[in-house]
């Protein structure tokens, strides 16, 4: 009769035996192979998980949305650093449809007021539902920081901001084909949603 120190002794030479058969016959599309723990249990081999690889054309064109986008938030800030009546038309080098109807309508209204944008953004994008082609379409989804971009009275120096505004907000854009290159057609920031 096989005593139970005894009979946990052959176990573990068997499941031993039964990984070291494993090992030496596996090939490289097997599953991966169970390995024996000091306590005596089974456990299997973590495998590697591919990092999956972006199509070069998908890639290209993020890039390029990138571009334009921090190109348009740029042109922006600078047009709405000065508001003119008569506004310089840079930004219209990255902005159509709707988003450059927007940023005209700030600048306008913004120079109405006497009121100007001072500072700089921060802007962390990430692009996604990449779309090519003669009628490409993506989406642009950023966490604006608009801590040290705030509006001030031209004539005074003070802020012109809103109360309790938040500092960051969630602006969902969207690039498409004009003519062959990617613009932003629309911008929209969603204030209700801090981020």
């Not at 390995?35 to 299997?44: E, K, R």
């Not at 057609?185 to 969603?190: E, I, L, R």
């Amino acid at each position: 009769m096989m005593t139970t120190r005894r009979w946990l002794t052959t176990a573990t030479v068997a499941l031993l035996a039964t990984a070291l058969l494993a090992a030496c016959t596996h090939q490289p599309d097997d599953p991966p192979i169970a390995t024996l723990t000091a306590s005596g249990t089974v456990t299997p081999t973590p495998t590697a998980t591919p990092t999956p690889t972006l199509d070069p054309e998908v890639a290209a064109a993020q890039g390029a949305i990138l571009d334009v986008y921090q190109r348009f938030w740029a042109a922006t800030v600078a047009v709405l650093s000065a508001p003119a009546l008569e506004p310089s038309r840079e930004i219209e080098d990255y902005a159509y449809g709707d988003a450059l109807g927007h940023v005209y309508t700030d600048v306008l209204t913004y120079w109405n007021n006497g009121i100007a944008m001072q500072g700089q953004p921060k802007l962390s994008p990430v692009v996604s539902d990449i779309t090519l082609g003669e009628r490409g379409m993506a989406t642009i989804t950023d966490c604006v920081d608009v801590t040290d971009w705030q509006p001030v009275y031209t004539a005074t120096g003070k802020s012109a901001a809103a109360p309790d505004q938040a500092t960051r907000s969630l602006t969902t854009s969207t690039a498409s084909v004009i003519d062959g290159r990617w613009m932003i057609t629309n911008s929209v920031v969603d204030r209700a949603t801090p981020c």
